[in-house]
């Protein structure tokens, strides 16, 4: 498939050089050759919404206010990508994918949920836990498949835990139920959500939090705070306009799950985003972008914001006012709640970026954080947004520093592969490596891979990473005036550089940022490197929701030789066969990228 109006310049380099200081291979001893935990997995269960509960989860002895880098026997100085704690616990949860109706603001719609709430429960665990989620689709009004991804998570060996319709699953059919097992080699926030098609944003996405050490101290964690842009037509019915004429304004933005529609005498629909706060305590939020196609600038007005990790990777805390979040990346800060002498109320400020966000209600997506017994209207002002903020960056480099230090080698440039967009007419597609992807719902890459498939379609957008342990580094330009949130499964990856205009060659080696989703920067490039030391078949895309649906990914087969010992087909075969009857019965047509 070819691209219409949209230029777009990337070249992709996969280096075979092996890192000065390799990694000692860990092959997790509680996997057995399917890569599922022994001795831990129950039955497949099925439960309803009213009859789940949520596992309990306490922190380690030790981790208190004052003690946050205190975990059991391990501290904020281990090397999580090399020791998880033996835990022993196993939490076991049950999601259930329904069609409901709410009002997030006011305006009712359709959507799909995770257990009738959006966003969904949060997924609660210790580092070290294992974690086990069953998960049921009653999608049948809607005759749509299903997936849940788990954004962030490792997924160390256990890649067909992945949730990737086309990658490592088939479609989950209505009426089925699916069992996901892994886990918790991190800590720290994430979030969970659909992966197929624009599911994630018609609601079937939660939140997740892996407790574990911190890199400053706080009082209270007040958990998910989930930024959304969102829309009053389902975002499936907007998708054609969408891609036959580009970017739209959205309807509206929503913290956690919930908005007015309007200002001031307008605003009778929706009610704000409330939190209470005591003067003298500090607070942990971990901030989620969910949107679609939304870069935000988060602000508490009066308030500073201390950052201590961003996705799933400790930093060395550093303080803002303002903090830029792309799509699909997290950041866990601290609020210090100090300003009660100032006013009782303070606005919560979620502002898309002005040259990469349409919304109506750009400037009201806001919520109240309170001092006193009841949220008021405040009256206060916020921050002053600079050029870095509406031009939807991501933090500087230098502010984004990772507690646990780690160099990667220099690239060297010996295996280019040239991946490019191509500008022609008709609806938008994006293509990479000379292709959109395209890929079959019901012939997903592991499937392939364990019947011994060799050669995969240039629409498979398959790159493949033959050895162990050794460097990967891809880089990506871009002509255009669009900044793309770049998200890589299976791992976290250093940015070894970033920038607007021409790269010039410089690269940061020296502990550089690691995470798993970054920005590429408008008529700019983003360098990134990672180790191939986890086998599998791992998706990288942009994470608006649009241009994934448009075939803006690849997939990255890691260790072809490692991945089949790693794949249990009758589980696959179990989502697969169901799949096929119902995509049979129900006359569907597959018309998107296929993830």
């Given at each position: 498939?070819k691209?219409?109006?949209?230029a777009f310049?990337?070249q ?18 509680w996997?057995?050759?399917t890569?599922?935990p022994t ?8 439960r309803?919404?009213?009859?789940s509960?949520?596992p309990s989860?306490t922190a380690?002895?030790g ?10 026997n391990?501290?904020i ?7 998880v ?7 076991e949860?049950?999601?259930d994918i329904?069609?409901v109706t ?15 709430t959006i966003?969904?429960?949060?997924l609660y665990?210790n580092?070290?836990d ?13 005759r ?5 991804h ?5 997924q ?16 989950l059919?209505p ?13 720290g926030s ?18 997740i939090v892996?407790?574990?050490p911190?890199t ?7 958990g998910s ?6 829309t009053?037509?389902t975002v499936?019915e ?9 970017p ?8 956690n799950?919930?908005n007015?529609?309007?200002?001031g005498a ?8 409330t939190m209470k ?7 942990r939020?971990r901030?989620?972008?969910a ?10 007005d009066n308030?500073s914001?201390t950052v ?8 060395k805390p550093?303080t803002?006012d303002?903090l830029?979040i ?7 800060i601290?609020v210090?709640a100090n ?19 349409l ?14 017994s009841a949220?008021?209207?405040?009256n206060t002002?916020?921050?002053?947004l ?5 031009d939807?960056?991501d933090?500087s480099m230098?502010?984004?520093?990772p507690?646990l ?9 010996n ?5 490019s ?5 008709g ?6 490596n ?8 019901e012939?997903?890459?592991?499937g392939?891979?364990?019947n011994?498939?060799?050669?995969f ?9 033959p050895?162990e ?16 949130p770049i ?7 250093s940015?070894?550089?970033?920038g607007t205009g021409?790269y010039?060659?410089s690269?940061?080696?020296?502990n550089p ?7 590429l920067?408008a008529?700019g490039?983003?360098l ?6 986890n ?11 649009w ?7 690849l997939q990255?087969?890691?260790r072809?030789d490692d991945?089949?010992?790693l794949?249990?087909?009758?589980e696959?075969?179990s ?15 597959q018309?998107?990228s296929?993830?």
């Open positions: 498939m691209l219409s109006r949209l310049l990337a992709a380099f996969s280096a075979a050089t092996v890192y000065s200081q390799s990694l000692t291979r860990v092959i997790p001893n996997l057995i050759s890569g599922i001795g831990i997995i129950p039955s497949f269960v099925t309803t919404q009213d009859s509960a949520s989860v380690c002895p981790n208190a206010p004052n003690k946050r880098a205190v975990w059991c391990y501290s100085d281990t090397d999580y990508e090399n020791v704690p033996d835990t022993g616990k196993t939490l949860y049950w999601f329904d069609e709410i009002s997030p603001d006011g305006f009712a719609r359709p959507v799909m949920a995770v257990n009738g966003p969904g429960p949060t665990a580092w070290g294992y974690v086990v989620i069953h998960v049921t689709s009653h999608l049948e009004r809607a749509n498949g299903s997936s849940i788990w954004h962030g998570m490792r160390n060996y256990t890649n067909q835990n992945d949730g990737v319709v086309s990658v490592t699953q088939c479609p059919a009426g089925q139920t699916m069992t996901y097992r892994w886990r918790a080699v991190q800590y994430s979030w969970y959500h659909s992966h197929i098609g624009l599911q994630a944003w018609e609601g079937v996405f939660g939140g892996i407790n574990g911190a400053a101290n706080y009082d209270i964690d007040k705070l989930f930024l959304n842009d969102w009053h037509a499936d907007l998708y054609e306009f969408q891609h036959q004429n580009g739209i304004t959205l309807d509206n933005g929503l913290l799950g919930t007015v529609l309007g200002t307008n605003s009778t629909k929706g009610s704000r985003f706060m005591n003067q003298g305590t500090s607070y939020l901030l989620v972008n949107a679609i196609d939304t870069h935000w600038s988060f602000m508490i308030h914001l201590i990790a961003m996705d799933l990777v400790p930093i550093f803002t303002i830029r792309g799509m699909g990346q997290r950041y866990d601290i210090e300003q009660a002498s100032i006013a009782e109320n303070f606005w919560i400020r979620a502002i898309p970026g002005a040259s990469c966000a919304n109506y209600e750009a400037t009201n997506i806001e919520g109240i954080l309170y001092y006193g949220p008021q209207t405040p002002v916020g921050y002053t600079t050029s870095s903020d509406t939807c960056l933090m230098t502010d984004l520093v507690y230090a780690k160099d990667v080698a220099a690239p060297v440039w295996k280019p592969e040239n991946v967009l191509n500008h022609l007419t609806p938008f597609f994006w293509e990479m000379s292709t959109s992807m395209k890929i079959s719902w012939n997903p890459t592991l392939q891979i364990y011994n498939k060799m050669n379609t240039a629409s498979s957008g398959v790159i493949e990473l050895f342990d050794e460097w990967v580094y891809l880089m990506i330009k871009t002509t255009l005036p669009v900044t793309h998200h890589l499964h299976g791992h976290d990856f940015i070894l550089a970033q021409s010039n060659g690269v940061m080696t020296n940022p690691r995470r798993d989703t970054a920005m920067p008529m490039y983003l990134l490197g990672w180790q191939t030391n086998p599998g078949a791992w998706l990288m895309h942009c994470h608006i929701g241009h994934i649906e448009e075939g803006f990914a990255f087969i890691e072809y991945i089949k010992s794949i249990d087909y009758n696959l075969q989502v697969c066969e169901p799949w096929d009857a119902y995509d049979t019965s129900a006359n569907i047509t018309i998107d296929g993830v």
